[in-house]
């Protein structure tokens, strides 16, 4: 019986193992892409990357400050001072009688924005499937490490103590926020 119990133990390795492989390769690249746009969406409160993108448009007149914000998708909106019927705010200004606004934001460049957005796909979006996928072939990743090294082997007892203090260091981390 424990001839059976090793072989099928030795297979089951075997198999987690060359899982681990393949998958492993095949998301290299999505690995890479993600990691990159969380560094970015982790420094999206700053200017990192950005630059000044100028913008004038035509809004409705006699606009209020409440009204205004919205209407610019503008966060934090406040306006700073009022001159006649011109009303200043931080990124620019906005002509009540003529609608006429301009302001300045800062923003990445276009071919920036895709890969950041992979942080923020909705379930309603087609995309969806993929980031979910993604997030199983991550856990699957995650899972079947264990399955490299034989159980009672130095090399496996280090991977379930580096194991312990990455779930230790993740609950440090939500507890800190």
């Given at each position: 019986m424990t001839q059976?119990?090793?072989?099928?133990n030795k297979n089951?390795?075997?198999?987690?193992?060359?899982?681990?492989?393949?998958?492993g390769f095949f998301i290299v690249g999505l690995v890479i892409i993600y990691s990159l746009s969380g560094m970015l969406q982790t420094y999206r409160d700053t200017d990192l990357l950005k630059r000044e993108v100028s913008h004038e448009m035509q809004l409705a007149t006699k606009l209020t400050e409440s009204q205004l914000g919205p209407s610019l998708k503008l966060r934090n909106f406040k306006v700073t001072k009022t001159e006649g019927s011109t009303l200043f705010f931080k990124e620019g200004t906005y002509n009540s009688e003529t609608g006429?606004?301009?302001?300045?934001?800062?923003?990445?460049?276009?071919?920036?924005?895709?890969?950041?957005?992979?942080?923020?796909?909705?379930?309603?979006?087609?995309?969806?499937?993929?980031?979910?996928?993604?997030?199983?072939?991550?856990?699957?990743?995650?899972i079947s490490a264990f399955w490299m090294f034989k159980p009672g082997t130095k090399l496996f007892s280090s991977g379930v103590y580096l194991t312990v203090a990455g779930i230790i260091a993740a609950v440090v981390l939500l507890l800190i926020r």
């Open positions: 059976h119990t090793n072989s099928t089951l390795r075997r198999y987690m193992r060359y899982l681990h492989n393949k998958i006429m606004t301009k302001y300045v934001t800062k923003e990445w460049p276009s071919w920036i924005v895709p890969f950041s957005e992979l942080h923020k796909t909705a379930s309603k979006s087609a995309g969806h499937y993929f980031t979910t996928l993604f997030g199983i072939a991550m856990l699957f990743m995650s």
